[in-house]
Nanobody, 121 residues
Framework: QVQLVESGGRLVQAGGSLRLSCVAS????????MGWFRQAPGKEREFVAG????????YYADSVKGRFTISRENAKNTIYLQMNSLKPEDTAVYYCNTVRTVVDGTTLSDWGQGTQVTVSS
């Protein structure tokens, strides 16, 4: 079973940038599609970005397209989410997980603790 640890979240002003990291342990993620999700208070968890095993195919929700970039470093068993032009509505707890396919947000692993991103206006 894979364990996922997210980090990098913090308080940032609107228009700012953050890079989130997700490190996996327990097994290699080299062959797994991965995704980033977020959950804002009182809302359902949202699938915001996906990446295939090689990094050659990605998916973005309309709400983040053009502002967020998902990437991975298989040698470090790590995926990243570069977030630019942040908006207050991006405020949420961000999670990573293994997913069925790049565009399918069906998760395959247990959730980690997430990392809090707060964007002030």
């Amino acid at each position: 079973q894979v364990q996922l640890v997210e980090s990098g979240g913090r308080l940032v002003q609107a228009g700012g940038s953050l890079r989130l990291s997700c490190v996996a342990s327990g097994r290699t993620l080299r062959w797994s599609a991965m995704g980033w999700f977020r959950q804002a208070p009182g809302k359902e968890r949202e699938f915001v970005a996906g990446i295939n095993w090689s990094g050659g195919s990605t998916y973005y929700a309309d709400s983040v397209k053009g502002r967020f970039t998902i990437s991975r470093e298989n040698a470090k068993n790590t995926i990243y989410l570069q977030m630019n032009s942040l908006k207050p509505e991006d405020t949420a707890v961000y999670y990573c997980n293994t997913v069925r396919t790049v565009v399918d947000g069906t998760t395959l692993s247990d959730w980690g603790q997430g990392t809090q991103v707060t964007v002030s206006s």
